[in-house]
C-alpha cells in the first residue's frame, strides 16, 4: 500500500530577511561571514535596524527542501514551529501555497518567543552570513510529533539545525522511531560545520544506527569526521550510511552509494546569492531518488536545482524545476 507521504521534513520555520551588505558592514557589526550564528531577539532587532531594504521570504532548511519537491509534485508534510504572529503567519501560508502539508500546532500569542528569523547578510560575492534567532522554533516538542504522519511517509528528512533545543533530540528520536517503525526510511543534512561541532556525538549516532542518506557540503563532513582529506571523511560516512551526498560548490557532488562514488557535475552558474543551495540540491536529490533515476541523474538533479536556488535572492524556486530537469536531458 503507497504511502501518504513521500517526503516529510522536520527543521526550524524561520522567515528570512534578506539583505545586500558590504563586507565592511560585517566587520563593523562583528557578524563573522559565510556562516550561520544563533542570536537572541535584541540582537536580531539591532541587526534588523541597521541594514537597508531587506525582502521577507519564508525559509528554513528543511522547509526549503520541502518547498522544492512539493513544487515538483511531490507528496509532502512540514514540522515545525511558528507562533500564532505576523510572520508565523506568512510562514505558514508560503508552505501551504507551495502544496505541502503544515499543520504543527501554532504557539499561542502569549509565548515568550516569536516566530524564528534568520538575517541573510548577502556579500557583493554572493556568499551569505546567517544570523538567526530560533525563536518558538526552538521549542518543538515531543508532542508536535505526529506518528501517524511519520508512519504515512516514505521517507523523513531531518535538519540538523534543529538540534540545537531543550527537546529536539527527543522529537526526532520519536518520529525516527514512528517511520521505522512503519517501513520508512531517515535522511538528515547536517546544515552547518559549527552545528557538527555543538552535536557531533548525537549526530554519529543517529547516523550509524538510524539513517540511511546523508546530505552534506565537504566542510560539514570534514568538521562531522574530523578529517581535512575530503575522501577519507566521505568513506568513513560511507561505512555508517547506505547513501552519502555531499556538495562541493561549484564543482557539484560526490555520491557514494554500494561502495562507488559518482561526481556529478554542476553547470557554471552567476552566483547571486548561496541561501538555501544545500537544500534545494536534496530536493533535486529526493526528486531523482523517488522516481527511480541513476544515482548519477539523481545527483545531476540535485546540482540543477542548487544552480536554480543561487541565481536569484531567495530560497524557494522561482522557475520550474522539472523543466529545467528536462532542459538538461535529465528526465
Not at 243 to 255: K, L, P, Q, W
Request: net charge negative; charged share 25%.
Amino acid at each position: 500500500m503507497s504511502k501518504k507521504y513521500q517526503v516529510v521534513g522536520i527543521g526550524n520555520s524561520i522567515v528570512d530577511v534578506l539583505s545586500h551588505v558590504e563586507d565592511a558592514f560585517l566587520v563593523e557589526n562583528g557578524i563573522e561571514k559565510g556562516i550561520m550564528t544563533l542570536i537572541d531577539r535584541e540582537r536580531a532587532t539591532e541587526i534588523y535596524a541597521k541594514t537597508g531594504p531587506s525582502l521577507e521570504i519564508s525559509g528554513g532548511s528543511a522547509a526549503n527542501t520541502i518547498a522544492g519537491l512539493a513544487q515538483m509534485g511531490i507528496k509532502t508534510a512540514y514540522v515545525g514551529k511558528v507562533k500564532d504572529d505576523q510572520l508565523g503567519a506568512i510562514f505558514a501560508h508560503d508552505m501551504r501555497a507551495q502544496g505541502a502539508d503544515f499543520d504543527t500546532p501554532l504557539a499561542l500569542p502569549s509565548h515568550k518567543a516569536e516566530t524564528g528569523r534568520c538575517m541573510v547578510m548577502v556579500s557583493p560575492d554572493g556568499e551569505r552570513s546567517m544570523n538567526t534567532y530560533l525563536g518558538v522554533s526552538e521549542f518543538l516538542t515531543p508532542e508536535d510529533i505526529d506518528e501517524t504522519v511519520m508512519a504515512d511517509a516514505e521517507w523523513i528528512y531531518l535538519e540538523g539545525y534543529r538540534f540545537d533545543g531543550p527537546e529536539s533530540h527527543a522529537a526526532f528520536a520519536k518520529a525516527i522511531a514512528a517511520c521505522r517503525g512503519a517501513g520508512g526510511k531517515v535522511a538528515l543534512t547536517l546544515s552547518d560545520p559549527f552545528c557538527v561541532e555543538r552535536h557531533r556525538d548525537a549526530f554519529r549516532e543517529m547516523i550509524d544506527n538510524h539513517v540511511d542518506l546523508l546530505f552534506c557540503n565537504e566542510h560539514e563532513l570534514r568538521a562531522m569526521y574530523q578529517d581535512e582529506d575530503l575522501s577519507v571523511a566521505l568513506r568513513l560516512a560511507a561505512d555508517e550510511v547506505d547513501t552519502v551526498a555531499c556538495t562541493v560548490g561549484a564543482n557539484g557532488a560526490y555520491i557514494w552509494r554500494d561502495g562507488k562514488e559518482v561526481h556529478a557535475p554542476a553547470d557554471p552558474v552567476h552566483l547571486v546569492d548561496a541561501t538555501g543551495a544545500g537544500d534545494l540540491f536534496a530536493s533535486g536529490f529526493f526528486f531523482g531518488e523517488l522516481n527511480g533515476y541513476d544515482t548519477l541523474t539523481t545527483g545531476r538533479m540535485g546540482c540543477v536545482a542548487a544552480g536554480e536556488i543561487i541565481s536569484h535572492i531567495g530560497a524557494r524556486p522561482e522557475a520550474d524545476l522539472k523543466t529545467l530537469f528536462a532542459k538538461h536531458d535529465l528526465m
